[in-house]
């Protein structure tokens, strides 16, 4: 079955560390890739996605995330954080492969990042 | 403005006694989808809706229904719920579904059953 692994439950930095999030997926095929950021008491919004084209995708606040096929992953990276960035990260991916049902959007369990200032 | 909203926010109820979790959108989108999220389990999908009338399961659709009868709304039905439903639900809309544009969530409902 599809699944999407984050490895890190959660991640503690103090402010201007630089964030790495890993994003692993199974199976291979044509993916949508998605993050998306929850801060405490809100609802997911969407910090960046991959369609198609360049690897390497920025989106908003200063994110960034590189696609490499090869290895199934999607990580999310930040070069300096802010305490603002304290929230929960999900990573997520849309599989597009005749063989199984391409309409589901699979979410890893997510990772909880604390800034501390 | 452009948003989901879902009704109730907060919903404590007791084991059996069948409860409606409303969801609209104002977009015109035509994907819809319900998920829950659970501590160390992220979010799950429990149905989705590609379009008015055409509804399929999700990951977790156990004991749960859904109807779309409309475009804009997508409505949540626990004929009888359990306290292994107690979750954080979550709406969420799509122009389409076709090229994976991003999905549009509400502000989430929280049902306690007892």
């Known amino acids: 079955a599809q699944s999407v692994s984050q490895h890190n439950h959660h991640v503690i930095l103090s402010e201007a560390a630089s964030l790495e999030l890993g994003c692993n997926y199974s199976?291979?095929?044509?993916?949508?890739l998605f993050w998306y950021v929850q801060y405490p008491g809100q609802h997911l919004q969407l910090l960046l996605k991959y369609f198609s084209g360049d690897p390497l995708v920025k989106g908003i606040k200063g994110f960034e995330a590189e696609f490499i096929k090869s290895k199934f992953s999607f990580n999310l990276r930040k070069p300096s954080v802010q305490w603002s960035d304290t929230a929960e990260y999900f990573c997520?991916?849309?599989?597009?492969?005749?063989?199984?049902?391409?309409?589901?959007?699979?979410f890893g369990t997510g990772t909880r990042l604390q800034v501390f200032p | 403005e452009a948003q989901v909203t879902q009704n109730p926010r907060y919903l404590i109820t007791v084991t059996g006694k069948k409860l409606t979790v409303t969801c609209s959108q104002n977009?015109?989108?035509?994907?819809m989808s319900w998920y829950r999220q659970d501590p160390g389990l992220g979010l799950r999908q429990i149905y989705y809706s590609m379009n008015v009338e055409v509804t399929d399961k999700g990951d977790v659709p156990e004991g749960y229904k859904v109807s779309r009868k409309e475009k804009r709304n997508f409505p949540l039905i626990l004929e009888s719920p359990s306290p292994n439903q107690t979750s954080l639900y979550f709406c969420a809309s799509s122009l389409s579904w076709g090229r994976g544009e991003p999905q549009h969530f509400g502000d989430g409902t929280r049902l306690s059953i007892l």
């Open positions: 977009m015109n989108h035509e994907y």
């Open positions: 997520a991916v849309k599989w597009t492969v005749l063989s199984y049902n391409t309409d589901k959007l699979i």
């Open positions: 199976y291979g095929g044509t993916v949508n």
